[in-house]
């Protein structure tokens, strides 16, 4: 290959990306609750020879999502498990949040995935947004933007510690003394910090990829930070290519700051996809889509995924300026929100969300597989990605189209592999494989 090869993620989602997408497809409405569903992504992506099937996970919801989508969230570990069954190759990336876990059953629990899928986890690192999961986990108040990713640095460090517990050739198996592990070889993360406090190993040696991929997916100033201290794959959503190759440049920058080889982080950002054998057939499936969109919903959804409660706000007058005034932005989201408000202060907040798209900030492509392929390399070229998040707008549709038109165009140009060359998710990353560090200094 003459260009690093690039790398792509397959996001799940009920349908399809696109908000109107149960609208559109034939499927069985409740097709999207069974696994059939989701082996059928996963194999797709898989023939595909895709790096990754990606999980997204809300452990809360605003109850205007179940009038307008599919509701399916389903525990990403139980589902990425049995997925690993039906597949061999394919990684595993799953979300799980660092404000309403604790770091060694969180640890334990992507380590689990690790060793049944063979070594093809992957640990999605979310803050959670949504205030309203406090009251789903007990706690009186949703932490701060600032509170939540002190902790989640703490968090993550705590579970790199607990997956370390175990060198890698601790296992003896001697029967003959009857000695099954070689117990010097144990390092228990005993960590008392500001937040966690963490005593022992896993109950299980350390997983085949050493430890899970860690992905990451915030693009606001503390986000960056935390994808550059841990990162290994970098979940974006760019307006353009031009913030996409700066946004790229300052996630290596830090990582380089850190003491990290920014050619270890990799940046996949969210590309929404609709592909047709013409462009005018492309857009035409796009304006459907778009057809179908509920005012309802975009206003709504606009602030849930900002992290403020819809049911809390008059959409018919302005957003209330001691939001956008007075105190900071809770989340990424929620600042285009308040820069959408500053702009227009006396426009109603339907008005302002209306103008507001995609709810993870990412770019809709609308054209053929060759349109697609240009695009893609021509984003690689400029240094803005290593590869994208193919967020179908309709499932498994414009997957199997990627799969059967773009890869083998990608393939031809020598951007994109022609088979496996591993078995773990490192090894399609072209990611090393933690060492634990006691090893690291012998």
């Not at 919801?61 to 969230?73: D, K, N, S, W």
């Not at 205030?131 to 990713?149: K, M, Q, S, T, V």
């Not at 083998?408 to 090894?427: V, W």
Request: glycine content about 8%; aromatic content about 10%.
């Amino acid at each position: 290959m003459t260009a690093r090869p690039l790398h792509f993620n397959a996001f799940i989602w009920p349908n399809g990306y696109h908000e109107s997408a149960w609208r559109v497809v034939d499927d069985d409405v409740r097709g999207v609750l069974g696994l059939p569903y989701y082996a059928d992504i996963a194999r797709i992506a898989e023939r595909g020879l895709m790096d990754t099937v990606f999980l997204a996970d809300n452990i809360a919801i605003a109850e205007y999502r179940a009038t307008h989508l599919p509701q399916t969230q389903f525990d990403p570990i139980s589902v990425l498990s049995a997925l690993a069954a039906v597949t061999s190759h394919i990684g595993l990336i799953g979300t799980g949040s660092t404000t309403y876990s604790k770091p060694w059953e969180l640890a334990r629990r992507f380590a689990t995935l690790d060793h049944l899928s063979g070594g093809r986890a992957g640990w999605n690192i979310v803050t959670t947004v949504t205030p309203l999961a406090a009251a789903n986990f007990g706690e009186p108040i949703h932490p701060d933007h600032a509170d939540r990713y002190a902790r989640a640095h703490e968090f993550v460090d705590v579970v790199r510690r607990a997956w370390d517990s175990w060198e890698d050739d601790a296992i003896i198996g001697d029967r003959e003394r009857g000695v099954w592990a070689d117990r010097s070889k144990l390092h228990a993360p005993r960590f008392h910090g500001q937040y966690y406090d963490v005593e022992g190993v896993l109950p299980f040696p350390r997983s085949p990829q050493g430890n899970p991929v860690l992905v990451q997916a915030g693009q606001s100033g503390p986000g960056i930070a935390l994808a550059a201290r841990y990162a290994d794959l970098v979940f974006s959503g760019p307006p353009s290519l031009e913030a996409a190759v700066e946004f790229r440049a300052e996630v290596h920058a830090q990582a380089a700051a850190a003491g990290r080889d920014p050619a270890q982080v990799l940046v996949l950002p969210a590309l929404m996809v609709t592909l047709g054998g013409t462009e005018a057939e492309a857009q035409e499936k796009a304006r459907r889509l778009e057809e179908l969109t509920s005012p309802e919903f975009r206003w709504q959804n606009t602030l849930y995924t900002a992290g403020l409660d819809p049911d809390a706000f008059d959409p018919d007058v302005p957003l209330p300026a001691e939001l956008w005034t007075g105190q900071s932005a809770p989340s990424s989201r929620a600042e285009l929100l308040y820069a959408a408000a500053r702009a227009r202060p006396d426009a109603s907040l339907r008005d302002v969300a209306g103008r507001l798209t995609g709810g993870a900030g990412q770019i809709h492509f609308v054209g053929t597989p060759e349109q697609l392929a240009e695009h893609v390399i021509a984003w690689q070229d400029a240094g803005a990605v290593d590869g994208f998040t193919i967020m179908g707008s309709t499932l498994p549709y414009e997957l199997m189209t990627f799969v059967d038109h773009v890869v083998p165009i990608l393939q031809c140009k020598g951007r994109f592999r022609t088979e496996y060359s591993g078995t773990t998710l490192r090894d399609h990353l072209g990611l090393q494989r933690p060492v634990v560090p006691g090893e690291a200094r012998r």
